[in-house]
């Protein structure tokens, strides 16, 4: 196999808690998680050249994305619309994201949610790596962290395992 | 704090997908669940004194249950059903189920699921510890390990981390 040095890698970012669910309601954005996992969000993000977010999801995080490279997944434009410099718009219904982003030359993609983003993608088969941290609570409800309609089972490989934290912050890191 | 030894020590098992589900559908037993869970999930129950189970989860599981000693959480009866020696069918609308288990004798108590059983023992306080095998793998669908509509956190805290095959299948233990 040879491989495309040129491909870019695909990453999912996700704390989810016991009972997998990525937030305990739809307006709830990462806050719930433990200090180890924000700092680990905060070091992959400032490895990477672009965050996709959904709409919902970016609207929670305003003030943490607004330093970062972001393309925001939305139905509300038609194809894609620079907002600000660092920030656009985009409609994947209409536009080819793989090939937009390929083409600004984006090596390294952090794709941050919700559940629709992150369903996209897996759909897609566009994941290449999901890097998941289990907070050791149980919301038993709320969100979980895809939501799919095909009937398919999806396998990864389990990396790495660490222990951030006394309390038992863990962060999986599986490869597809 | 005096530790009281006669207190019976609630256990859930459940085996989950990367994205939580423990089940694709309502109909799916633990089949899917790699070889060593399913040695660990025997090991533990021949350890147990009684297996609360679901009646929905029982008729999935009746065969490989049907050598333990059972209770089954059952509205279909109204109060406490003997149906064979090591077999009772009993309605926790209508049966005190901590007194039965407390008057019964038995101290491991091993809860098997499915959701709504083990959403009963997580709404009243009753899971001293969750034995939780991840699976390296995505339904995108299905069952969710809880499923409340109390807007509360359960903290529990991790207590060991096993790895249990090279693709990773991970089993996660929590205490109360």
Known sequence: MILDMNKPIYSVIA?????????????????????EDKDFLHKILDQ??????GNN????AREPLSKRNCVVLTRSVRGVVLKREG????????????RYIKDKGFKRVVVLGGTQTFTYF????????????IEPLVFGKGLNLFETKKSRIWNFKLVSVKRLNKKGSLLLHFKA
């Not at 990477?48 to 977010?53: K, Q």
């Not at 999801?57 to 929670?60: E, R």
């Not at 920030?87 to 793989?98: A, G, R």
């Open 15 to 35: 704390a989810a808690t016991i009972d997998g669910r990525i937030a305990a309601h739809a307006w709830q954005f990462t806050g719930w998680t433990s200090k």
């Open 122 to 133: 897996l759909e897609k088969r566009m994941i290449d790596e999901i890097y998941l941290t």
């Open 57 to 60: 999801t970016y609207k929670t």
């Open 87 to 98: 920030l656009v718009y985009l409609n994947p219904k209409n536009v080819n994201l793989k």
């Open 48 to 53: 990477s050249d672009v965050v996709l977010v």
